[in-house]
T-cell receptor, first 109, second 114 residues
Framework: QKEVEQNSGPLSVPEGAIASLNCTYS??????FFWYRQYSGKSPELIMF????GDKEDGRFTAQLNKASQYVSLLIRDSQPSDSATYLC?????????FGQGTTLQVKP | DTGVSQNPRHKITKRGQNVTFRCDPI?????LYWYRQTLGQGPEFLTY????????KSRLLSDRFSAERPKGSFSTLEIQRTEQGDSAMYLC????????????FGPGTRLTVL
């Protein structure tokens, strides 16, 4: 079992819709959770991070944690074509990040 | 704040050659991380430093890989006797001290082993 699992996609949504991205993690001791966006050929860019004590909203982005199910989600409201990218979920326990393989999101105009 | 920088940005080498990459973190960041990313995969942890001390090294990292951060500032990652399987993007990230575990990535070094 991989430590962090994501559906590789692609996830396709129309412009203006809500995109829902998910990942599961295996280490119950994980304390912080990250979502990165990565455009093709570029390095990952941090979008949001949350601690194990709660959800977080930042503009069009909402990160949610379900500790009982060991499940993290990222919601993107009013999706734009510029949101088309690979979204990487990562978890941290001892300082280093463990990444999932990423989900490719396609937002169609 | 100039961000994390990495050099070179691209490196093409022949199998069996040694290569060295450099990472300059954000100046006040005391933690520095190396990751490797292959096509279609997420970044894979290699090693990390707190100041000049190497705190953790991935068990997946063979003895051909070595990293240093001699003065707690920039870091180098050396790969000896490169193999075609070493072809990947090598990413460096840095993190500030204190409670925010944010990791800022550099632009990466793309290694191609022929």
């Amino acid at each position: 079992q991989k430590e962090v699992e994501q559906n590789s996609g692609p996830l396709s949504v129309p412009e203006g819709a809500i995109a829902s991205l998910n990942c599961t993690y295996s280490d119950r001791g994980s304390q912080s959770f990250f979502w990165y966006r990565q455009y093709s050929g570029k390095s990952p860019e941090l979008i949001m991070f949350i601690y194990s004590n709660g959800d977080k909203e930042d503009g069009r982005f909402t990160a949610q944690l379900n500790k009982a199910s060991q499940y993290v989600s990222l919601l993107i409201r009013d999706s734009q074509p510029s949101d088309s990218a690979t979204y990487l979920c990562a978890v941290s326990n001892t300082g280093k990040l463990i990444f999932g393989q990423g989900t490719t999101l396609q937002v169609k105009p | 704040d100039t961000g994390v920088s990495q050099n070179p940005r691209h490196k093409i080498t022949k199998r069996g050659q040694n290569v060295t990459f450099r990472c300059d973190p954000i100046s006040e960041h005391n933690r520095l991380y190396w990751y490797r990313q292959t096509l279609g995969q997420g970044p894979e942890f290699l090693t990390y430093f707190q100041n000049e001390a190497q705190l953790e090294k991935s068990r997946l990292l063979s003895d051909r890989f070595s990293a240093e951060r001699p003065k707690g500032s920039f870091s180098t990652l050396e790969i000896q006797r490169t193999e075609q399987g070493d072809s990947a993007m090598y990413l460096c990230a840095s993190s500030s001290p204190g409670g925010i575990p944010t990791k800022f990535f550099g632009p990466g070094t793309r290694l191609t082993v022929l």
